[in-house]
């Protein structure tokens, strides 16, 4: 069934929520492990085949499998317990999915059709996603009927139609029913979920023949990004049967790999998979702003194995994506008076800022938000010193609406107005050096410039402002250092020729980086008005602040920093910096999205990869990814946006492989022997020896080459003798956690069980032995070939 209609008769006026679920009719790689070297005739029943099969790996599009990619992936023990959840009654959806292990990925654009023996097209499968379709609400008709005409996948599975309903009244319902998506004769080639460069494998295609007479046909089996032998044949299929050929594959290099299977004019099915590199990763990264086009020096290593080099452009939102992220992270992060304060008043001016940056607030999560940290500023507001009252107030402000709230900020203003000392500076005390009294001094008049709403309001910042004025302007030429002046500045504290002189200050202190951006450096001493010393991300944001309106400032390059040091889960770093770096953020990206941005990336001005964005793509991280043979050397890299657009940035990796090496530093010794003799479908033991200075943790971790399995029993049991503290494996590496060695103990023995299921010559990636949290400990050992017969 394909391009077909699901029809369904229920109650009147009802509302309808369908899921369909594939239950596999051809779990093909599932024929067992001698189906796959190549005995057809020992394939077992359904069932057996689908315990048989490989479980499903993700695939690696960048660069190969690493163990500098990040966490490991957690163990399973068994199948998950998640299920479908009843929807709410106002929101019934509809859809559809297969329930499917399958242990390839598959190509989801179809390609055209390859004529047959008579002229005709032969219809090409290519489409196989795992859920197409999700309806959130059907409303049927007035006789209780609601039509939904899908497209079916290219999958041959027997689909489950989920239907549930519930009327106005609230009287629910369900029903299931069930439709088969198959062909009578078609074709299924069986593909790992990736292969190593210099693998050769023989991939068995079976042919299925569900009709009663037996069908005689061509197959032909081409490939695109490896080499295929034998690749034409005439294959005999008995009828109610299957057959089982195998096609020879070598992957020569890095990249991906196209399979197309055609059965004579019954069936064409195309699929792909990766072959990663066999090499050491190497990454060069660097970002910044689609504000003007940014031009990079990237140097890629000169011995790249071939087809490694790839490069990654990812495009994310500036100002947007950092307000996003910051409503989303703010309150999990460990709070004091500055943290709750920056939360307050983010929640305050969070639907200003989303309304502008063209984002619809959610005010329920905003409330709640604001009432939580709301909370925590009243407590903290009971007795503030003059230090406190600067960081709260204005957080109180943002909240006009809040009765309770803006009295505070009001009561907060004029405390700090009145702690105004004669000669115009404001807080200090015994041991404070000017450079202190002066950004102090800064905080203040900011916080009183907070509440203007009222002519006294008005009156008191006027007043505050021209006496502090006067202390800047008298202690100008104390102030050497870049920090100190640019707070001045972001504050609004100074204007005319002391502006001028101090935003001087500022261009000289900022100091260029080998990546192309620029950041303000920090003199040793130089300390915030609550003490503590800046860091240099939120030295930048103050820079950012203080340059604003400066055709000589580099606010692209500083902006490309602040970015950078942008973390999800910290921000830039305690409440203060954080309050900075997002007005700075915000200053940089303030204009909105444009409807639509055409990025390209070039290499000494030649394209490499380029593409279009909408306005709503553009509040996701979006990548482009290229090959990019030749990078060897040092290359100039541009990254330009048409139209710049300030409000976007980018990341740029230069990814490669290079050849392995023996590598032992701190005391650690490994050893890895492989399968003497390894067969499709038999278990082959692995044997790993280890040795370490006493009292270290370790951590083992093995490249499997593709198709091999590891048996789950045998490392169990180095779990259960105690030799293995715990295992991980995921997209096919192995990962054995060891418990430290008490001292004079022999070096660790662990072996366990792997199962291969594909012949050929395959390449193991590296073994590695490392020390967790300590880089510099570490037993590396260069990748291996295996032979599997």
Not at 9 to 15: C, I, P, R, S, Y
Not at 370 to 386: D, I, M, T
Not at 658 to 669: D, I, M, Q, R, S
Request: hydrophobic share 45%.
């Amino acid at each position: 069934m394909k391009g077909g209609v699901l029809g369904f008769v229920l109650g009147v006026g009802a509302m309808v929520a369908l899921a369909a679920v594939g239950d596999s009719v051809r779990r093909l790689f599932g024929s067992s492990a001698a189906a796959l070297s190549g005995s057809a005739e020992e394939a077992p029943s359904m069932e057996v085949a689908v315990a048989q099969g490989l479980n499903k790996k993700s695939m690696k599009s960048f660069g190969s499998a690493s163990f500098d990619e990040g966490g490991l992936g957690a163990r399973g023990t068994g199948p998950g317990g998640g299920g479908m959840a009843m929807p709410p009654p106002a929101a019934a959806p509809v859809m559809a999915e297969r329930d499917s292990d399958d242990a390839f990925a598959e190509q989801e654009q179809a390609e055209p059709s390859e004529p047959g023996a008579d002229g005709a097209p032969v219809p090409t499968r290519a489409w196989f996603p795992e859920t197409f379709l999700f309806e959130p609400l059907v409303v049927t008709d007035g006789s209780g009927q609601a039509t939904v005409p899908v497209r079916v996948p290219d999958r041959l599975t027997q689909w489950r139609v989920l239907a549930l309903a519930h009327s106005r009244s609230g009287a629910q319902a369900g029903a299931v029913t069930s439709f088969a998506g198959t062909l009578p004769t078609y074709v299924d080639p069986v593909l790992p979920p990736f292969l190593r460069s210099g693998d050769t494998v023989r991939l068995p295609v079976q042919v299925v023949n569900t009709t009663d007479k037996e069908v005689v046909a061509a197959l032909k089996v081409d490939v695109r990004g490896a080499q295929v032998e034998a690749g034409s044949r005439t294959v005999k299929v008995p009828a109610r049967g299957s057959a089982v050929e195998l096609v020879t594959v070598r992957a020569q290099g890095a990249g991906p790999v196209t399979v197309r299977a055609t059965l004579g004019e019954a069936d064409a099915v195309v699929r792909d998979f990766d072959v990663w590199a066999t090499g050491q990763p190497v990454v060069q990264t660097r970002g910044g702003s689609l504000a003007a086009p940014r031009t990079l020096s990237l140097t890629g290593p000169a011995d790249a194995q071939a087809g490694s080099e790839r490069v990654r452009l990812q495009v994310y939102p500036g100002a947007l994506g950092v307000v996003r992220s910051e409503l989303a992270a703010v309150e999990r992060r460990p709070g004091d008076v500055a943290a709750d304060a920056y939360t307050l008043l983010l929640a305050g001016q969070a639907p200003t800022l989303l309304q502008a940056l063209g984002e619809t607030p959610d005010a329920a999560a905003l409330k709640t938000l604001a009432q939580v940290a709301g909370q925590r500023v009243l407590r903290a507001a009971r007795a503030p010193s003059v230090d406190v009252a600067t960081r709260l107030a204005e957080g109180a402000l943002a909240h006009p609406d809040n009765p309770v709230l803006a009295r505070l900020g009001e009561r907060l203003v004029d405390q700090v107005a009145k702690a105004q000392r004669p000669d115009g500076t404001c807080q200090g005390g015994e041991g404070w050096q000017l450079q202190r009294l002066l950004v102090a001094t800064a905080d203040c008049a900011r916080t009183v410039r907070a509440s203007v709403g009222t002519d006294a309001g008005k009156q008191r910042a006027a007043a505050f402002t021209a006496r502090s004025a006067g202390v800047f302007e008298r202690y100008l030429p104390q102030v050497k250092d870049g920090y100190t002046a640019a707070v001045l500045l972001a504050e609004g504290a100074v204007t005319g020729s002391v502006a001028d002189a101090l935003r001087t200050r500022v261009r000289e202190a900022v100091k260029p980086g080998a990546d192309g951006t620029a950041s303000l450096s920090v003199e040793p001493g130089t300390v915030r008005a609550d003490g503590q010393e800046p860091s240099v991300a939120e030295a930048t944001a103050m820079a950012v602040l203080a340059l604003q309106g400066d055709a000589k400032a580099p606010l692209a390059d500083l902006g490309a920093f602040l970015l950078a040091r942008y973390s999800p889960g910290q921000g830039w770093g305690d409440g203060q910096a954080n309050r900075v770096g997002l007005r700075a953020a915000l200053a940089l990206f303030k204009d909105p999205l444009p409807s639509q941005v055409r990025v390209t990336l070039e290499r000494d001005g030649k394209t490499v990869t380029e593409g279009t964005y909408d306005a709503k793509a553009l509040r996701e991280v979006l990548s482009l990814e290229a090959a990019a043979p030749g990078s060897a050397g040092t290359h100039a890299w541009t990254v330009r946006a048409e139209p710049a657009v300030p409000g976007l940035g980018f990341s740029l990796a230069l990814a490669a492989a290079v050849p392995w090496k023996n590598e032992a530093k701190g005391g650690l010794e490994l050893t890895v022997d492989a399968p003497k003799e390894a067969r499709v479908g038999q278990l082959a033991d692995v044997r790993v020896v280890v040795g370490a200075p006493a009292s270290l943790p370790l951590l083992f971790q093995q490249e499997l080459p593709a198709g091999v399995q590891v048996d789950a029993a045998s490392l169990d049991a180095l779990v259960a003798s105690s030799r293995v503290a715990s295992w991980e494996v995921q997209d096919g590496l192995l990962s054995l956690r060891i418990a430290p060695r008490t001292e004079g103990a022999a070096p660790v023995q662990v072996s366990f069980r792997v199962l291969p299921t594909l012949a050929g010559t395959l390449q193991a990636g590296a073994s590695r032995l490392d020390v967790p949290g300590q880089p510099g400990i570490t037993s590396l050992l260069p990748p291996t070939t295996w032979a599997v017969r």
